[in-house]
């Protein structure tokens, strides 16, 4: 008997995130998905009148097709691939992995020229298809989460079929208070940090770009963050966990940086010129993600966090930062993880976690479950 929250999560992303159409097509890519979700999700896009086309991938599969391949095969996929992606209207993408280090074996340069070749696909998938992108529980996710397979499972699809909607109505009065916002100040232990995020705009993230969702970010003037921060949850890039991050700032850039692998930690940061500017910043919310799993899709949205970027700034709030790197740093600020303040502008915005303006209280957890 299929899984009931299998059809919950595909009509959440067929209604709700893409809001599919009758006579559209939705190319459904899947990696290592079940096959059941995989046939409630066809399901869910004809019963709104579309057209779904289906591709099946597999790690171990995707690692051979990595490991060989050279210019004139990358070229052939991306031919084959863009052609279809123009095809469609929509795109949902469902990526799961028994082994998340499958093509730890891969070529470093193999990877990169397949990337590169495929790079117009995927933009053109951003810029002219509606997309939603969500990963699929497995064991090794639940590992990382330090809870059963069975336990995380049931997070997860709490967190993936809650009340999108619901959660975008109570975001509006936060993105437009950081769309007005001039100076920002960040307090909490081992972190007194101010900066300007006037005219850059906000963004709020309701569901229909990824599941699991909840954040509203915007980004720093680029030179206007003075102070410093201290990260109270780990941190994985490139491979490396990284934990206790502490970053020093002076008129926008990163003067000192410490932590578990302090050495490490400042060669990704010398990457290039941008990686010592800050390219986000935003607050997350989801009340079903309370603790680090390691996984940035989920912890970036944990109740009562913020996070605060090293690199690239994207483009729909941007501060004109350009970096190979994009490193979400996150910061818990409930009491039990050491409390904290948020002010936009000398106004109370959120203390120990917890939003302060009425306008604002709708993000609270008890307000969202």
């Known amino acids: 008997m299929t899984d009931p929250r299998y059809g919950k999560l595909a009509k959440l992303l067929v209604g709700y995130s893409l809001e599919v159409k009758r006579g559209e097509r939705v190319l459904l890519d899947m990696f290592d998905v079940p096959d059941e979700f995989s046939v409630e999700l066809m399901r869910a896009v004809r019963a709104v009148g579309a057209t779904p086309l289906i591709e099946i991938r597999h790690s ?4 051979e097709i990595l490991r060989e391949t050279d210019g004139k095969h990358a070229a052939l996929v991306r031919d084959v691939e863009l052609f279809r992606m123009k095809k469609m209207d929509g795109y949902i993408a469902v990526r799961g992995s028994a082994n998340a280090n499958e093509a730890a ?7 990169a020229q397949y990337a590169r070749a495929l790079r117009p696909v995927l933009n053109h998938r951003i810029n002219k298809t509606r997309w939603v992108v969500l990963r699929w529980p497995t064991p090794s996710m639940a ?16 967190v993936c079929t809650m009340n999108y909607r619901k959660m975008a109505k109570a975001m509006a009065p936060l993105e437009r208070r950081m769309k007005r ?20 705009g906000a963004k709020m993230c309701r569901g229909d770009h990824n599941i699991p969702d909840g954040e509203v970010f915007s980004c720093p003037v680029k030179d206007s963050v003075n102070g410093q921060i201290t990260f109270n949850t780990p941190t994985i890039y490139s491979g490396t966990k990284f934990e206790n991050v502490h970053l020093e700032f002076k008129a926008g850039k990163i003067i000192k940086a410490t932590s578990s692998n302090t050495k ?7 990457t290039d010129a941008g990686a010592r500017y800050i390219g986000e910043f935003s607050l997350g919310f ?9 996984d940035i899709l989920f912890d970036e949205k944990i109740a009562g966090s913020l996070h605060f970027t090293p690199g690239l700034a994207y483009e729909v709030c941007d501060n004109g930062n350009r970096s190979a790197v994009h490193w979400d740093m996150v910061l818990i600020q409930r ?19 917890m939003f302060v303006p009425k306008d604002l209280k709708g993000l609270n957890p008890e307000n969202l479950k």
């Not at 171990?60 to 690692?63: G, H, K, L």
């Not at 989801?286 to 390691?294: S, V």
Request: proline share 6%.
């Open 60 to 63: 171990r599969i995707t690692r």
């Open 105 to 111: 074996d891969v070529p470093a340069d193999r990877m």
């Open 143 to 158: 590992q990382g989460a330090n809870m059963s397979t069975e336990a995380f499972e049931n997070l997860y699809f709490d």
């Open 181 to 200: 916002a001039n100076r920002v100040h960040l307090k909490g232990p081992g972190t007194d940090l101010t900066f300007s995020i006037k005219g850059i």
């Open 264 to 270: 490490k930690l400042n060669e990704i940061l010398d």
């Open 286 to 294: 989801n009340p079903y993600i309370l603790d680090p799993m390691c």
């Open 335 to 353: 009491p039990e993880w050491g409390g904290g303040e948020i002010w936009f502008d000398g106004t109370l915005i959120r203390k120990d976690g």
